[in-house]
C-alpha cells in the first residue's frame, strides 16, 4: 500500500475507533437511545417477531429483525425501516396495520404504546448497539513491517546470471547450469539421459495430455537416439509439433481450470446448473493455444469487461466484427469470477454477497499470487503480513461489481426460484425479445398477477379455505398455476432464449468503498476501508481506483505489473510443476509464510523475468507467453534425464529436489481416459459444441434425478477428450473421479495421485474400460495376416507406447491361448478369441506401466 | 531445505495401506520381490490420542428433521397449553401423540416408536443441542462437515475419522454410506473435500450395490487376468526408477479383488437367517429401506468398517405433521430397535457407537394446521452403546422445547465428543491445507466428558 493511502486508512478508521460511544461531546445522547433501545425495542422484536423473523428461524420474507443491517436491507418487499422517517417505514406501516398486503404480527397486533415506542426508536435514528473493533484494527503492526522486508516472496525479483558449473559439456541452457551447479556442490551428478521413447511419451502426455502415436515414437526413435545435436534437433521439432497442436490448449487449459475451479453447477447446498458455463472453459483452451500473453490473460478474466478496445480504424483494430468478437471474448473471460461454488439457499442477502465476494478473493489470490487472502476475512492473517483491512480494500473493489451467474439467493426455494436473468451477461449476438414476444410478455405478466392472487386467497381467507384435506389440494393446484405461469415468463424473458449470454461480471450500479466486517461476520459493520490491493508489497506506479468504476481495471493492472514480486513466479513457478512434477516452490498455491521456501530461489526469478521479457537478457516489451517457456523448459538437458535412481542420490536427496533425475509421475485422470480412447481408436478430437449440461434449466438437480442419470449416460458414452465432460459439481463422471479429478469447490494447483483399490475396481469391471478393450483388440486384430507377435507388439505400442520385448510377447501369447481355452468352458462367454484378446488388452490398460510416465 | 517426505507426501506417494499379503498363495506367483520394508499406508491403523472408548460408530440419519416434539420430548406444559400464545406471538402446539415412561429409567417416549422405546434404558441423550442454520442444506452439511458455510467444502467426519485412525479391516473399505442424500450438498456429506479421495466414503444403495464390484468376467477368468496384471506390474516394479507406488498399485489390485469377493458377501442379506430379516422388517421397495440399511450397517460394522452412515429421509414435515409422522416411523422403529437388539445379542454394543437424530428439530409451536417449522435452538439426539452412559440424559431445552438452557452442544462440540470417544482429540486432529491446519471442530468444540461411562 502506497504511503498516502495508509495515511488516509487510518484517518478514515479515527472517528470509528474513538467512536461515538466513547465520545465526549453528544455521548449522553446517543447512550440515552441506545438505553431505549435495550429497554424498549429489543423486547418488543424479541417477544413478537423473532419467532418467525430472526437468524434462528426460517426468516420468514428473507427479512431478520434482529439485527439492524436486516432492517436496514429488509426482506422480499425491500427495506423494513428508514430511520429517522417512520412514516416511510415498512414495519410501521405492518404493526399500524395500515399497509394494504403485511399486517404484523399476524395474529396479535402489538398495543399502541409498543407502536409508538417503535415509531420514537426509527424517527430518533433507529439506534442499535455496533459491535465491538478489535483494537488492533488498522493499526500497524511490526511483524508485518518485518514480512513486508524479509519474506522472499515480497522481494523484488532478481536478476541473477547463471553460475559457473564444473562440467561444462552438460548443460544445454542456463537453466541446466543453474540446476547442476547446486548439484555440483552436494557432490552429486544428474543420472543419464531418457531413452528415446520414454522420453517422446513423457513429452506427449505433459504438452497435450495425449499419448504419441506408434508412427511418432517410431519417427523419434529412429533419431532419439542418436548423438546429442542430432536428437536435440529432432526432439525440438517434435517439440513444436506439439506446441501447435490444438491438444496443447486442451491440456494445459485444464491446468487453468482447475485453478478457476471450473464447474458446471453452484455445488453446495443446492446444485445449480451452469448452462453457459463450457464458454469459459473454451475461452481458456482457446487462449492456451493461441498462447495469449499470460498477463493479458488475468487482465480478462479480472476486468474484461473494463479492459479499453482498440478504436475503430485506430491501429490493432479490425472489422466490426473482430471488434464484436473481442468483447465477446473479454466478457466470457470474466466467467472466472463467477463460476464457483455458490451457496444459494443463503437466506440473508448480505451474507450471499459477502460469501461470494470471498470466494472471488480466494479464487484470484490463491491462483494467481499463491496467497490465501482470506485468511484475513474474520482477523488479520496469522501468518502473512495481510490485515484485514487490505480484506475488505479488496472486498470493495468486488463489492462494487455484479457477480452475474444468473443466480439470486432464497432459501426453500423451488423450480426456477433461483434463476435470476437480470444477472446474465448477453454477448453481441443477442438481442431482446421481439414484438410478438413482448405482447406474450404483457400477457403472461397479467395472468401471473391473478394467479398469485387467487393463491393468496386461498392460503389467507380461512373462511373460503377452511382447513381440512381439500385445503391442501387446493392449494397444490393453485401453487402450481403460479409457477407454471411464473416458469413460462421466465421462458419468454430469458436472454438464453433471445441469443447468447455468458456469466461474468460488471460494475454494479452502485460504486464505492466497502465496510469492515468484524471478525468476518456479514451483518457486523466496522469502518469503512478504501478499496485498494494488499500491502504486502509496494508497486510503484500503482494506478489509482477511479471513484465512479468498480476498480477491477487496476486490480489487474496491479497483479500484472512487471513489479508485482508474485504473479510471474507463481506462473513460472506453475509450468515447472507441471513438467517437473514438483515446484521450485513446492507449494505451488501458497507462496506465503507457511508454504515452502524456493528449493533455487534465483533459478526461479531468472525464469520469472524470462517469462516477461522473453529471451533472458533481452529486456523489452512484456512477451508473458506461456508456450515459450514450456518450451525452453523442455528443452532442457534436465527435462530430458531419465528417472532411474542410484542409492548416493536417494541417501543424499530421496525426494529430488536437486532435480538429479525426472520424477516418474501418475498420469492425470483425463489423461487415463484419453490414452484409452486414444489406444481404442475411438477419441474423437474435435471439440464437441457446447456441453452436455448446455440445455439444462436452472433448477435443482439431485444426483438421483433422471437428468443426473441422463448426464452420467453422456459422460459414460462420450469419445470426445475428457476435458469436454459435463463437469457439474458433485457429479463427477466416474471415470475422473476414480483418479483425483481435482475438487472442483477449491483452487487446485497441485492434484493429488492416490493409489486405491476403487482404481483397480474401475480398471477391472467399469464398461468404458471394457469396452475401450474390445475396441482395442479389434484394431489389433483387424490387420489381415499378420502374425500374432506382430498384433502384440501393436497393443504394446498403442498402450505403452514401446515395442514388445520377446519375454512379454511369448508370456502373451500363451495369455491369449490359455485364456481362449478356458473361456470355451464358460457359457457366457460368446466369442472366445476376442475375449482373450479384449483381455489381454485390458490388462495393457490396467497395467501400473500405462497410468505412468517416467 | 532438504526435509525428508512429509507425513501428507507419504500419504500419498505409498500404498493404500493394506498389508503385504502372501501373494504367492493368492495368485500363484513365484516371482516375488524379497520382502520389502514398507511405510505403513495412509488407510493403515493409526494409534488414537487418548484409550478407545467406541472402536466403530454407526450414524443413524433422520434426514429433514425429525418432530423431537413428538417423539423425545415429553414436555408437560406444553401439553397443558395447546393453543395458547406463545412468548414470540406463536402458537403453543401439543403433540397429539400419547407419551409413556420406559424402562427403568422413566424414559418418555411417545407410541410412535414403541419398538425403539423398549431400549430407552440404553440410551444416552443429548437434549441441549443447537446449530447454526436452519435451513436443510447447510445443517445437513454441517451436521457432517462442521461447518454451516456450504460455499467452503471441508472434509466429513467419517473423513477426519479415517484420516486419523486408519481402516480396522484392511479388506474393506473404512467408511461406508448406504443411501446418502442426493441433494443438500450430496457428495459433500461423505466427501474429503482437500484431503486425499482415499478418505472419503464409500457410497452404497439402499439396495447394496457399489458402482464396479461386480466381476464383469467370471471369476476364474478374471483370475487369469489379474494375474497378468500383477506380473506386469511386477516387471516394472523391477526395474530402474520404477515409480515408488507400483507397489501400491499392486497391493490395490490384491484389495479389489478380496473386495469383490468380499463386499457383495457382506452386503448380500440373503445370508442373514430369516428370524432376524423378520426382527429388522427387511423386505423390498422403499418401505423397507430403512430395514435393509440397518441389516447392511450391522454387517458391515461387524466385519470391522469404522463409520457406517444409513439415511431415512422424509421427516420434513411443515404440513400433514400427523400422518407423515406415524408413516416415516413406521418405517424406522422396528429396525431401530432389531439393530439395538442385534448389536447387543453379538456383544457388539460394547465396542460400538449408535448415534441417532437429525440435523436440528422441529419447533413446539404450529405451523398452519398440521404442522411444525424448525427449531436450531434446542433438539435431541440419542447416543446408545460403546462409551456413553447408559439410561442418561444430558441438557434440557426450556418447560416448551423451544431453546437450550442447560447443556447445551453446537455441532462442533458434538464432534469433540464423538472424536474423543473414538480415541481422537478434536484440537490435535488437524490436516494443513492453504496454509492453515484445519479441524473438523474449527477453532471451537467442547468434550463432553460428562456422557462418558
Redesign the interface.
Given at each position: 500500500m502506497s504511503k498516502s493511502l495508509r495515511v488516509l486508512l487510518s484517518l478514515s478508521l479515527v472517528p470509528f475507533l474513538t467512536g461515538p460511544v466513547n465520545a465526549q461531546s453528544a455521548s449522553s445522547k446517543e447512550e440515552a437511545k441506545l438505553d431505549f433501545f435495550e429497554r424498549k425495542i429489543r423486547p418488543l422484536l424479541?417477544?413478537?417477531?423473532?419467532?418467525?423473523h430472526s437468524a434462528?428461524?426460517?426468516s420468514r420474507a428473507g427479512l431478520r429483525v434482529d439485527d439492524r443491517n436486516g432492517l436496514l436491507t429488509g426482506g422480499g418487499r425491500g427495506p423494513a425501516i428508514v430511520p429517522g422517517h417512520p412514516e416511510k417505514s415498512l414495519l410501521i406501516q405492518a404493526v399500524k396495520r395500515t399497509h394494504k398486503k403485511v399486517q404484523m404480527?399476524?395474529?396479535?397486533p402489538l398495543s399502541s404504546r409498543e407502536i409508538a415506542d417503535l415509531t420514537q426508536w426509527i424517527k430518533d435514528g433507529a439506534a442499535w448497539p455496533g459491535p465491538r473493533v478489535p483494537k488492533s484494527l488498522g493499526r500497524p503492526n511490526p511483524e508485518y513491517e518485518k514480512l513486508r522486508k524479509q519474506h522472499w516472496a515480497f522481494q523484488p525479483l532478481r536478476i541473477v546470471p547463471a553460475p559457473a558449473v564444473k562440467d561444462k559439456a552438460w548443460s544445454r541452457d542456463d537453466i541446466d547450469r543453474f540446476l547442476l551447479a547446486k548439484l555440483e556442490s552436494k557432490g552429486l551428478n544428474p543420472?543419464g539421459d531418457a531413452d528415446a521413447a520414454t522420453l517422446i511419451r513423457r513429452v506427449t502426455f505433459d504438452l497435450t495430455g495425449l499419448p504419441p502415436t506408434p508412427a511418432e515414437v517410431a519417427s523419434f526413435v529412429k533419431d532419439g537416439n542418436a548423438p546429442n545435436a542430432k536428437r536435440q534437433a529432432a526432439f525440438a521439432k517434435v517439440v513444436d509439433r506439439l506446441l501447435a497442436s490444438p491438444a496443447f490448449g486442451e491440456r494445459w487449459g485444464r491446468h487453468w481450470l482447475d485453478l478457476a475451479r471450473y464447474g458446471e453447477s453452484t455445488?453446495?447446498?443446492?446444485?445449480l446448473p451452469y448452462p453457459h458455463a463450457w464458454r469459459y472453459r473454451d475461452y481458456v483452451i482457446d487462449a492456451f493455444n493461441r498462447d495469449k500473453p499470460y498477463d493479458q490473460f488475468i487482465r480478462e478474466q479480472i476486468a474484461g469487461d473494463l479492459l479499453p478496445l482498440p478504436s475503430p480504424g485506430g491501429r490493432g483494430a479490425g472489422a466490426e466484427g473482430e471488434l464484436q468478437r473481442l468483447k465477446d471474448e473479454r466478457l466470457i473471460a470474466t466467467g472466472f469470477l463467477a463460476l464457483?461454488?455458490?451457496?444459494v439457499?443463503?437466506?440473508f442477502k448480505v451474507r450471499f454477497v459477502m460469501?461470494?465476494i470471498?470466494?472471488q478473493i480466494?479464487a484470484f489470490t490463491?491462483s494467481m499470487l499463491a496467497l490465501?487472502v482470506s485468511?484475513a476475512r474474520c482477523h488479520d492473517h496469522?501468518?502473512?503480513p495481510i490485515p484485514t483491512t487490505d480484506y475488505y480494500a479488496l472486498a470493495g473493489i468486488f463489492h462494487s461489481s455484479d457477480l452475474c451467474a444468473g443466480l439470486r439467493n432464497k432459501?426453500?426455494g423451488g423450480g426456477l426460484d433461483y434463476y435470476d436473468t437480470s444477472l446474465l451477461l448477453r454477448l453481441s449476438a443477442s438481442s431482446g425479445p421481439d414484438a410478438k414476444t413482448a405482447k406474450r410478455i404483457e400477457q403472461a405478466k397479467a395472468a401471473l398477477k391473478q394467479a398469485r392472487f387467487e393463491l393468496l386467497e386461498l392460503a389467507e381467507n380461512l373462511d373460503k379455505n377452511p382447513?381440512g384435506p381439500a385445503?391442501?389440494k387446493k392449494l397444490k393446484v393453485a401453487r402450481a398455476k403460479v409457477n407454471k405461469i411464473q416458469n413460462e415468463m421466465i421462458a419468454l424473458n430469458d436472454p438464453a432464449n433471445h441469443g447468447q449470454i455468458c456469466y461474468g461480471v460488471r460494475d454494479a450500479k452502485i460504486i464505492g468503498d466497502t465496510e469492515v466486517r468484524i471478525r468476518g461476520e456479514a451483518e457486523k459493520i466496522g469502518p469503512v476501508v478504501p478499496r485498494g490491493f494488499l500491502s504486502a508489497f509496494d508497486i510503484p506506479g500503482t494506478p489509482k481506483i477511479p471513484a465512479k468504476q468498480s476498480g477491477r481495471l487496476e486490480l489487474a493492472q496491479w497483479l500484472t505489473s512487471p513489479k508485482n514480486p508474485l504473479t510471474a513466479r507463481v506462473m513460472a513457478n506453475r509450468i515447472w510443476h507441471h513438467l517437473f512434477g514438483r515446484g521450485l516452490v513446492g507449494?505451488v498455491?501458497?507462496f506465503?509464510?507457511?508454504?515452502d521456501?524456493p528449493?533455487h530461489p534465483e533459478l526461479l526469478d531468472y525464469l520469472a523475468l524470462s517469462f516477461m521479457r522473453g529471451e533472458p537478457g533481452a529486456p523489452g516489451p512484456g512477451e508473458w507467453s506461456v508456450k515459450k517457456l514450456v518450451r525452453r523448459l523442455v528443452l532442457t538437458r534436465a527435462y530430458q534425464l531419465?528417472?532411474?535412481?542410484t542409492e548416493a542420490h536417494l541417501k543424499a536427496?530421496?525426494?529430488n529436489?536437486?532435480v538429479w533425475?525426472h520424477n516418474?509421475?501418475?498420469l492425470s485422470a483425463e489423461e487415463i481416459r484419453d490414452a484409452m480412447l486414444a489406444a481404442s481408436g475411438k477419441l474423437d478430437r474435435a471439440r464437441p459444441k457446447g456441453s452436455p449440461a448446455m440445455h439444462l434449466k436452472v433448477i435443482?438437480l439431485?444426483?438421483?434425478?433422471p437428468l443426473?442419470k441422463k448426464l452420467e449416460e453422456a459422460a459414460n458414452t462420450s469419445v470426445h477428450r475428457s476435458i469436454y465432460l459435463p463437469l457439474l459439481r458433485?457429479?463427477?463422471p466416474?471415470s475422473l473421479?476414480v483418479f483425483?479429478f481435482a475438487?472442483q469447490?477449491?483452487v487446485v494447483g497441485s492434484r493429488?495421485?492416490?493409489?486405491?483399490?476403487?482404481?483397480?475396481?474401475?480398471l477391472?469391471?467399469?464398461?468404458f474400460v471394457?469396452q475401450q478393450s474390445q475396441a482395442l483388440a479389434q484394431r489389433v486384430l483387424a490387420g489381415k495376416g499378420q502374425s500374432d507377435a506382430r498384433r502384440i507388439t501393436l497393443a504394446y505400442a498403442l498402450t505403452l507406447s514401446r515395442p514388445a520385448t520377446a519375454k512379454e510377447i511369448e508370456?502373451a501369447t500363451s495369455?491369449i491361448a490359455?485364456?481362449e481355452n478356458?473361456?470355451r468352458e464358460?457359457k457366457?462367454?460368446q466369442s472366445p478369441r476376442l475375449?482373450a484378446w479384449s483381455?489381454?488388452c485390458?490388462?495393457?490398460l490396467?497395467?501400473?506401466?500405462f497410468r505412468?510416465i517416467? | 531445505m532438504l526435509q525428508p517426505l512429509t507425513r501428507r507426501q507419504a500419504l500419498k506417494t505409498t500404498a493404500a495401506g493394506f498389508g503385504y499379503l502372501a501373494l504367492a498363495g493368492m495368485l500363484g506367483a513365484q516371482q516375488q520381490r524379497a520382502a520389502t520394508v514398507r511405510e505403513p499406508g495412509p488407510l493403515a491403523p493409526r494409534a488414537p490420542h487418548f484409550p478407545v472408548k467406541a472402536k466403530r460408530i454407526i450414524f443413524c440419519f433422520m434426514e429433514g428433521a425429525m418432530s423431537q416434539m413428538d417423539t423425545f420430548e415429553y414436555k408437560p406444559y406444553l401439553q397443558n397449553h395447546d393453543g395458547q400464545v406463545a412468548t414470540g406471538g406463536a402458537i403453543l402446539t401439543a403433540s397429539k401423540f400419547r407419551f409413556a415412561r420406559h424402562g427403568h429409567t422413566g424414559t418418555w417416549v411417545s407410541n410412535l416408536l414403541p419398538n425403539f422405546a423398549r431400549h430407552a434404558d440404553k440410551f444416552c441423550f443429548l437434549r441441549g443441542l443447537h446449530t447454526d442454520t436452519p435451513a436443510h442444506p447447510q445443517a445437513v452439511i454441517q451436521l457432517h462437515t462442521g461447518t454451516a458455510i456450504a460455499q467452503f467444502t471441508r472434509p466429513s467426519m467419517g473423513a477426519w475419522l479415517l484420516y486419523g485412525l486408519g481402516t480396522e479391516n484392511q479388506d474393506l473399505p473404512g467408511y461406508i454410506t448406504i443411501n446418502p442424500s442426493p441433494n443438500f450438498g450430496g457428495a459433500i456429506n461423505f466427501g474429503t473435500a482437500f484431503m486425499p479421495a482415499h478418505f472419503q466414503g464409500t457410497r452404497v444403495s439402499d439396495t447394496g450395490v457399489i458402482p464396479n464390484l461386480r466381476p464383469s468376467t467370471p471369476m476364474s477368468l478374471q483370475r487369469r487376468q489379474l494375474e497378468l496384471i500383477q506380473e506386469m506390474n511386477r516387471d516394472l516394479a523391477r526395474s530402474p526408477g520404477a515409480p515408488n507406488a507400483v507397489e501400491g498399485v499392486i497391493q490395490s489390485y490384491e484389495l479389489a479383488f478380496r473386495m469383490q469377493d468380499r463386499v457383495p458377501e457382506l452386503l448380500n442379506l440373503a445370508r442373514e437367517p430369516q428370524a432376524v430379516l423378520d426382527m429388522y422388517g427387511v423386505q423390498d421397495g422403499p418401505q423397507g429401506s430403512f430395514a435393509r440399511q440397518c441389516l447392511m450397517a450391522r454387517r458391515l460394522s461387524e466385519a470391522g468398517v469404522r463409520f457406517v452412515e444409513i439415511t431415512q429421509s422424509g421427516w420434513d414435515h411443515h404440513n400433514n405433521l400427523h400422518n407423515g409422522l406415524i408413516s416415516q416411523s413406521s418405517k424406522i422403529d422396528r429396525p431401530m430397535a432389531a439393530l439395538l437388539t442385534d448389536l447387543e445379542q453379538r456383544g457388539l454394543l460394547d465396542e460400538t457407537l449408535v448415534l441417532f437424530g437429525s440435523e436440528f428439530g422441529r419447533m413446539p409451536t404450529a405451523q398452519g394446521p398440521d404442522g411444525r417449522d424448525h427449531n436450531i435452538t434446542g433438539y435431541p439426539m440419542i447416543l446408545v452403546g460403546a462409551g456413553v452412559k447408559a439410561g442418561y440424559s444430558y441438557g434440557a431445552t426450556d418447560e416448551i422445547g423451544r431453546h437450550a438452557i442447560a447443556g447445551r452442544m453446537h455441532m462442533n462440540d458434538l464432534h469433540a465428543t464423538l472424536l474423543s470417544l473414538m480415541g481422537l482429540d478434536h484440537e490435535q486432529l488437524t490436516y494443513r491445507y492453504a496454509g492453515r491446519d484445519f479441524r473438523l471442530t474449527d477453532v471451537a468444540g467442547r468434550v463432553v466428558t460428562e456422557i462418558m461411562d
Open positions: 424479541a417477544n413478537h417477531c423473532y419467532n418467525c434462528d428461524t426460517n404480527p399476524p395474529k396479535k543420472v455445488g453446495s447446498a443446492r446444485n464457483g461454488v455458490r451457496d439457499n443463503q437466506r460469501d461470494n470471498d470466494e480466494d490463491r490465501t485468511c496469522k501468518f502473512d432459501m426453500g382447513p385445503r391442501e507449494s498455491d501458497n506465503g509464510v507457511t508454504g521456501k528449493s531419465g528417472s532411474e535412481t536427496d530421496p525426494a529436489y536437486l533425475r516418474p509421475a501418475r435443482e439431485t444426483n438421483v434425478s443426473a458433485t457429479l463427477t466416474r473421479e483425483d475438487e469447490g477449491l493429488d495421485a492416490t493409489t486405491v483399490a476403487t482404481q483397480a475396481l474401475y477391472l469391471n467399469d464398461p471394457r508370456r495369455y490359455d485364456y478356458a473361456a464358460e457366457s462367454v475375449a483381455s489381454f485390458q490388462a495393457l490396467a497395467s501400473a506401466e505412468y517416467r | -
